[in-house]
């Protein structure tokens, strides 16, 4: 039987290629989360940006990392996270 590479993640588990030994991992769920960049009248202004975060709470700072002039909203699947607006056009609509 042929042992995968060293340390090769199959099917959940670890296998080393010096001693055929299985090691169970502790893998956490990612979501593949996409971050869209809206323009003022909500169109999409660009391809979203994937990223895999483990929650809506990770996913959101990662996103608020890049608002800056535009609209950014998150979504999970067709779930949508959160809408975030820029600091600049809250306090003009707040």
Do not use: W
Not at 49 to 63: G, H, L, N, R, S
């Amino acid at each position: 039987m042929a042992v995968p590479p060293l340390l090769k993640k199959c099917a959940g588990f670890f296998f080393s290629r010096r001693k055929n030994i299985r090691v169970e991992a502790m893998v956490l769920p990612m979501s593949a989360y996409r971050i869209y960049e809206l323009t003022a009248d909500d169109h999409i202004a660009a391809p979203p940006t994937i990223v895999d975060c483990p929650d809506d709470t990770a996913a959101i700072e990662k996103a608020r990392q890049r608002l800056d002039h535009r609209i950014i909203e998150v979504q999970l699947v067709d779930r949508c996270v959160i809408r975030m607006q820029p600091i600049a056009e809250r306090r003009r609509h707040g």
